[in-house]
Structures are given as structure tokens and as C-alpha cells.
């Protein structure tokens, strides 16, 4: 019986490590918008693509961490206006405008709007500490993700968005890159 045990147990290693090391980046897709993320040593790494957009778009669109607007989102909003793309590090609580968190930890790594696709890539740590601002993103969290892009003023003030974010719980260990 113990050498029966012994092979079960050296073959559900060998399967646990095959499909560790497999793990890859994981994607979220509705439509021309496309979000791809992972962690890597502890960053959590994000790209957002839309495509279809004509050269002069403007608006805005993101990503919230969190239960909901009336608890509190950590959010990433995506800022585009005349061809240019601006990242930030921001906050909401409730209906009304997000703000910018104390201390910005979002690194962004690329911002692109080239033959109607806005292309940005950005990463974060997975467990910002900026209490009540950023949330962990360790373990399986609720995702909020924005699609295409919303109103936004002429000074970058956010409109409300035009699509109710579609919500996913991410378990961010389960996506690597």
C-alpha cells in the first residue's frame, strides 16, 4: 500500500508544479476593450487596450478594487484627451468624483493611441499600503472593471460612467506574467 501512496503522492506534486509553472497572464474582454494582468515579484502588472476609437477621442475609463462605490474603491483611471493618455492613482467613496490618493504607487510603463487603438500598461504593488485609499489585492478581490470610455470635462472631470462596470472577483495568484 505505501508504494501506491507514495507514486499518488510524487505524481500530484509533479501536476501542482506543471500547472503552477503554466499559470499565465489573465484577460478580460468585452467587446474592443481588452484588459490583461498578472503579478510578477509582487507587482501587480496591467494593460488596457481599446480599440476602434477615432484619433481624437477623449474620456475616460479604469479599473476600481473594492465592494462598491458606497463602501469605498480603490481605483487606476485612464485619462484621454486629444492623444494623450494620463494615468492616476485615485480614490471614491459614494456618488461623486473620485480624487487623487496622497501617494501615487502606479507606475505607468507605456501610453499609446496610434490606427484607432489606445494601448496603456501600468503596474502597481499588490499590496499598496495607503490605508484607506489602496486596497490589497492579495487572495481573491473584487474587480471592477470600466468599459470603452466615459464623458469626461473639459479639465479631465470625470462624467458619470456610460457602462455599469462589469464586476469580477480576481484571484491575482492565478495570473502570472
Not at 22 to 29: H, K, L, T
Not at 50 to 75: C, E
Not at 129 to 142: A, F, I
Not at 148 to 166: C, I, K, Q, Y
Amino acid at each position: 500500500m505505501a508504494p501506491v501512496t507514495s507514486l499518488l503522492l510524487a505524481i500530484a506534486t509533479v501536476c501542482c508544479l506543471v500547472a503552477e509553472s503554466a499559470a499565465g497572464p489573465c484577460i478580460f474582454r468585452e467587446g474592443q476593450h481588452q484588459v490583461i494582468y498578472g503579478i510578477r515579484n509582487g507587482v501587480v502588472h496591467i494593460r488596457i487596450i481599446i480599440r476602434g476609437l477615432p484619433q481624437t477621442a477623449s474620456g475616460w475609463t479604469g479599473i476600481g478594487f473594492g465592494n462598491g462605490m458606497l463602501d469605498g474603491l480603490d481605483t487606476i483611471i485612464v485619462r484621454v484627451s486629444n492623444g494623450r493618455v494620463n494615468v492616476s492613482d485615485e480614490y471614491v467613496r459614494g456618488y461623486t468624483s473620485s480624487f487623487p490618493d496622497r501617494i501615487n504607487n502606479v507606475v505607468v510603463h507605456s501610453r499609446r493611441v496610434e490606427d484607432e487603438v489606445i494601448s496603456v500598461t501600468f503596474s502597481r504593488p499588490v499590496n499598496s499600503m495607503e490605508y484607506p485609499y489602496d486596497m490589497s489585492l492579495v487572495g481573491c478581490v473584487p474587480w471592477k472593471f470600466l468599459i470603452g470610455l466615459s464623458r469626461m470635462g473639459p479639465r479631465g472631470e470625470l462624467h458619470h460612467h456610460s457602462v455599469t462596470p462589469v464586476h469580477r472577483t480576481v484571484c491575482i495568484d492565478e495570473c502570472r506574467i
